[in-house]
């Protein structure tokens, strides 16, 4: 019976080319964008799950009480690892690391940049690396050692065999490579390529030392010995802070590893989620799509449903059951279901090359994983059990005495819930109109907001090696002012782009002392207002005219603001202890997150020190390529040793859109593709109602109707199914959209535009498909219609 019902339904399509085709294809591009979405989606799922103990670590993350807002981040005090590894209960191992940052490593005379954390043994213990040649239990103890990742290794030394080899760091370490690991997969929260000791760290910044619970400057892992022991061990993180440092009221707590990823938003100090966010819309996108081609099934079987009724008859008159047939049309769905994942997986890997591209990862499919392919086989079941099941169930219901008669199908019901269904397909393509027009608004809007400096010609150079001393700086700037390739120069404690460097020991006068603020830092050269081209809003910035500089610092407005301070020039702060001057107040500008206010932030004046990157201004009245050769040049020139290391400032703040930007382009391509598909529906249902009125058409025709007035008869009827899809679709997408702005605090504000797109295009997407069938309809001749009456 399977053998005879499989045959049925290979000459059914191969009968029926033009249904078939469109059937097949709109199920081939809801499966692949389905497919591709969900491997996107459990790509960010697996992160940090790759280690053997990744459901009993934990970062540590610390919470701050500002103004009646809590942040939380996860940057602690290079003490936190020993507290807790001593006095924590449950712990089995805890490390502090810094985060990953470019580091020079040199072999003969190969010099490569490369991304390096310093840390303590703990640390591979509880991120358990596979070693390819090395002692784990041996490796970080020497402070002239480094581990390396496989590929890091191959460039340094070839094919040759690294173990006890010599690396250079920084061009004045010599370190002897200990062991060599697998590269860091890509789905790891922390990437890197070399591995160094903790005091080697200390041995190059003397400062890190220091024991100060009010310094957040590296990250804390925790490893449990069970997750038993969580409850206990997060209830006695909380008073860490206090019980070392008196007035210290922050709170530490314990955020799964395997939550980072996803769930790295916090408020009021708890997980509200992140980039899971996303996710959830991403998988909703996948789901939505795939149900739109289903409904793209149903709407083109049942809209042969004359063409088959006869065999339906037929077949029901010489014994056929109900339930033999409801199974026929199961296994014809099924077998174009099948045929559609074969062509779904061929559009998969012609478009991951390109989503790889855009998304900057890579994807791939795991054909050996078995789980994937139970996970296949239940979508494809699933998929073509919910596309046949309607027109299983209503081409099965056709009595044979009427349809073999020739009396017409009753055909209202059918075509209800083919309105529906139709309308549904419509909801869902009005809202991810709305939304992708909403979420391109709102990236302009916080692009194109004032930052608070000119990011325009602004480039930083990593300072490395001979830049760090005061005279070779002092050089360097001379002579990229005398070439013309720079109008100003200044120096930088870090990226201008990124956070970090935050401190909660700040105290003034007025300060409430059961209030902790955190407040970032950063060290600054002179004439750092007019090279970042901000302003200053009152007082004075740091001149070489003032030698007490040293001993003052500067604000910026949201810092006066939080310390309410009624004559912030000359008020005295004391930052790590020491009493210093405020001498200016520096316009708010972003540094961190271009979505969230700017947080408090105090400067002081490098000595060259602190500084990790110089930025210059190039010469507007120069050409570009010129003015970069020569500054590649100028520097080469002070420091040979070092690769230069430049970028646009402008560049790396691109980066702070990336998230909403990935968010804008899948949900265009998808949203492009489940519209296509909704097109198709709507082509199914065109289809079906021009079989059903062809008759009324043609006797229309007869009767003097131009082709004009039976296009406007056709198109209104689905005009009227978008207007109400429409309509149900606007305070949807209005939640949805309030909701996703709801996370920023600058947020565009919802204007009608975005709806008014979105009717415009759904209707006009209908007419133009619906025409392309209703043309045809309405230029035929109306004899081949009236003939047999």
């Known amino acids: 019976m399977l053998k005879l019902n499989l045959k049925i339904a290979l000459r059914n399509l191969w009968k029926n080319k033009g249904f078939s085709l469109i059937n097949i294809g709109g199920l081939a591009i809801g499966l692949a964008s389905c497919m591709i979405l969900l491997i996107y989606v459990s790509y960010e799922w697996s992160y940090d799950k790759q280690f053997k103990n990744h459901d009993k670590t934990y970062v540590v993350y610390q919470s701050v009480v500002a103004s009646g807002k809590t942040f939380s981040w996860p940057w602690t005090p290079n003490v936190m690892a020993n507290e807790v590894q001593e006095k924590i209960p449950g712990v089995k191992y805890a490390s502090h690391s810094t985060y990953p940052r470019p580091n020079l490593i040199t072999v003969g005379d190969k010099k490569l940049s490369s991304k390096v954390i310093f840390t303590d043994p703990n640390f591979v213990k509880i991120l358990d690396y596979k070693f390819i040649k090395g002692n784990p239990s041996q490796v970080l103890n020497d402070i002239n050692t480094i581990i390396l990742t496989k590929s890091f290794a191959e460039k340094l030394f070839g094919n040759e065999d690294p173990i006890n080899k010599t690396v250079k760091f920084e061009n004045k370490e010599v370190l002897k490579v200990s062991a060599v690991i697998e590269d860091v997969p890509a789905n790891s929260s922390i990437i890197f390529e070399c591995i160094m000791p903790w005091e080697l760290f200390i041995k190059n910044e003397p400062w890190a030392k220091d024991s100060n619970w009010g310094n957040n400057m590296c990250l804390t892992l925790v490893q449990l010995q069970d997750n038993k022991f969580f409850q206990e061990a997060n209830a006695a993180m909380e008073g860490i802070y206090k019980r070392n440092q008196k007035d210290n009221v922050a709170v530490a707590l314990l955020h799964p590893l395997v939550k980072w990823h996803l769930y790295a938003d916090f408020e009021n100090g708890k997980s509200i989620g992140g980039k899971i966010d996303q996710l959830k819309i991403f998988l909703l996108l996948a789901f939505c799509i795939l149900l739109i081609a289903c409904v793209n099934f149903m709407n083109l079987s049942t809209a042969r449903s004359e063409r088959r009724a006869k065999e339906v008859g037929v077949r029901k008159a010489i014994g056929s059951t109900r339930k033999s047939l409801i199974s026929q049309f199961f296994i014809e769905s099924l077998l174009i279901t099948f045929i559609s994942t074969v062509l779904a997986f061929i559009l998969v890997e012609v478009s991951l090359p390109y989503f790889n591209n855009i998304l900057n990862i890579k994807l791939t499919i795991d054909y050996t994983n078995s789980e994937f392919w139970i996970i296949l086989f239940s979508l494809m079941i699933f998929t073509g059990f919910v596309a046949g099941s309607y027109p299983a169930l209503y081409l099965s219901s056709f009595e044979p005495v009427k349809v073999l008669k020739g009396l017409k199908i009753k055909t209202d019901s059918s075509v209800s819930v083919r309105k529906i269904l139709v309308v549904g397909q419509f909801v869902f393509a009005a809202c991810l109109i709305v939304c992708t027009a909403v979420i391109y608004q709102q990236l302009n809007y916080v692009k194109n907001k004032p930052i608070g400096y000119d990011q325009s010609n602004l480039i930083q150079i990593k300072i490395d090696g001979k830049m760090r001393e005061s005279s070779k700086f002092e050089l360097l700037k001379t002579q990229l002012l005398k070439s013309g390739a720079a109008t100003n120069v200044t120096i930088f404690s870090s990226d201008v782009t990124e956070g970090g460097n935050n401190t909660t020991n700040i105290e003034w006068e007025g300060k409430n002392p059961k209030e902790l603020i955190s407040f970032n830092h950063r060290a600054i050269g002179y004439d750092f207002i007019e090279t970042i081209g901000t302003k200053l809003i009152s007082g004075r910035e740091f001149s070489r005219e003032f030698k007490s500089d040293t001993n003052n610092v500067m604000l910026n407005e949201a810092a006066v603001k939080m310390m309410g301070l009624k004559q912030p020039i000359g008020a005295t702060i004391t930052f790590w202890g020491n009493k210093l001057t405020n001498v200016g107040v520096v316009k708010d500008f972003v540094v961190e997150s271009a979505y969230q206010k700017v947080a408090p932030m105090?400067?002081?004046?490098?000595?060259?020190?602190?500084?990790?990157?110089?930025?210059?201004?190039?010469?507007?009245?120069?050409?570009?390529?010129?003015?970069?050769?020569?500054?590649?040049?100028?520097?080469?020139?002070?420091?040979?040793?070092?690769?230069?290391?430049?970028?646009?400032?402008?560049?790396?703040?691109?980066?702070?859109?990336?998230?909403?930007?990935?968010?804008?382009?899948?949900?265009?391509?998808?949203?492009?593709?489940?519209?296509?598909?909704?097109?198709?529906?709507?082509?199914?249902?065109?289809?079906?109602?021009?079989?059903?009125?062809?008759?009324?058409?043609?006797?229309?025709?007869?009767?003097?109707?131009?082709?004009?007035?039976?296009?406007?008869?056709?198109?209104?009827?689905?005009?009227?199914?978008?207007?109400?899809?429409?309509?149900?679709?606007?305070?949807?997408?209005y939640v949805v959209i309030n909701k996703w702005l709801s996370a920023f605090e600058y947020r565009v504000s919802i204007s009608f535009l975005p709806f008014a797109l979105a009717i415009i295009i759904s209707i006009l997407i209908a007419v133009l498909t619906v025409s392309i069938q209703s043309i045809k309809v309405a230029k035929a001749n109306p004899v081949d219609a009236l003939k047999y009456e």
């Open 602 to 733: 105090i400067f002081y004046l490098d000595t060259h020190e602190n500084a990790t990157v110089i930025l210059a201004r190039l010469n507007p009245n120069q050409n570009i390529s010129s003015s970069l050769a020569t500054i590649d040049e100028l520097v080469t020139q002070i420091e040979p040793n070092y690769p230069v290391n430049r970028k646009f400032v402008n560049e790396s703040f691109e980066v702070k859109f990336q998230d909403e930007k990935l968010l804008g382009t899948l949900s265009n391509w998808f949203g492009g593709f489940a519209i296509f598909i909704s097109c198709l529906g709507l082509l199914g249902l065109a289809l079906f109602m021009a079989e059903q009125r062809k008759k009324e058409i043609s006797i229309r025709k007869v009767l003097g109707a131009s082709t004009g007035n039976i296009l406007t008869l056709l198109n209104k009827d689905f005009i009227k199914l978008v207007a109400i899809a429409n309509v149900i679709a606007i305070p949807i997408a």
